[in-house]
């Protein structure tokens, strides 16, 4: 991890409920893409987040397909990372499609599209609120999909942060990801109609889940 991702990380630890599920660096798909944070919360969706240790001093240009830095006496030209977020996420969606369970059923509103909602943004691990405002990265990174520098310290408001992470959906509607036991359980049990008695048992993962690989 980068130093803004080790911080960032620590946030999601100790900011989030025991009922969200994060990724970090996970491969997605065949072609082994590596976002870098995947955060999911069983009614709110599920976020794909790019996080950059960028400063300002370093950024040459920025538009929004690309950026272009000074790194060690040379530019490099780099990819726009809401850009790169936003091909991620649709890569994520695409296979998560892919399982019928996971898309709304014909003459739904959802038909053929997934029913958990998504979204993406970027984490600017060193460049503070304020000082985005006053430049034009606003103009190329919507400035409600970024967490700034001053956005993830430590003593940030739990509940502040949590509305920076859910002002990166564009869309937002009510669903409920199920439990991977309630999820193994309904598969196990074939066609036809059943009668469930009790309660809904809820997982209780570790905060940072670190590996999984999603194909």
């Known amino acids: 991890m980068t130093s803004g991702e080790r911080r960032f990380a620590r946030r999601l630890e100790s900011h989030l409920e025991d009922d969200y599920i994060c990724w970090y660096d996970v491969p997605v798909g065949a072609s082994h893409q590596h976002p870098d944070f995947l955060v999911l919360h069983p009614r709110r969706g599920l976020l794909v987040?790019?996080?950059?240790?960028?400063?300002?001093?370093?950024?040459?240009?920025?538009?929004?397909?690309?950026?272009?830095?000074?790194?060690?006496?040379?530019e490099i030209r780099t990819a726009n990372p809401f850009e790169q977020a936003r091909q991620y996420a649709h890569r994520v969606t695409?296979?998560?499609?892919?399982?019928?369970?996971?898309?709304?059923?014909p003459g739904s509103s959802y038909q053929g599209k997934l029913i958990c909602p998504w979204g993406y943004g970027v984490v600017l691990a060193n460049i503070s609120r304020n000082a985005f405002t006053l430049t034009d990265l606003g103009q190329v990174i919507p400035p409600e999909r970024v967490i700034c520098q001053d956005e993830m310290v430590e003593s940030v408001d739990a509940e502040a942060?949590?509305?920076?992470?859910?002002?990166?959906?564009?869309?937002t509607f009510r669903c409920r990801v199920m439990a991977l036991q309630q999820e193994q359980l309904a598969r196990s049990m074939g066609e036809g109609h059943r009668v469930i008695h009790g309660v809904a048992a809820r997982a209780l993962p570790s905060p940072i889940d670190v590996g999984t690989v999603i194909t």
């Open 49 to 74: 987040i790019e996080v950059k240790d960028w400063k300002l001093g370093n950024l040459r240009a920025i538009d929004k397909v690309s950026a272009t830095l000074y790194v060690e006496g040379k």
């Open 94 to 105: 695409q296979l998560l499609q892919s399982d019928r369970a996971l898309i709304g059923e």
């Open 161 to 171: 942060f949590q509305q920076r992470l859910w002002g990166m959906f564009g869309v």
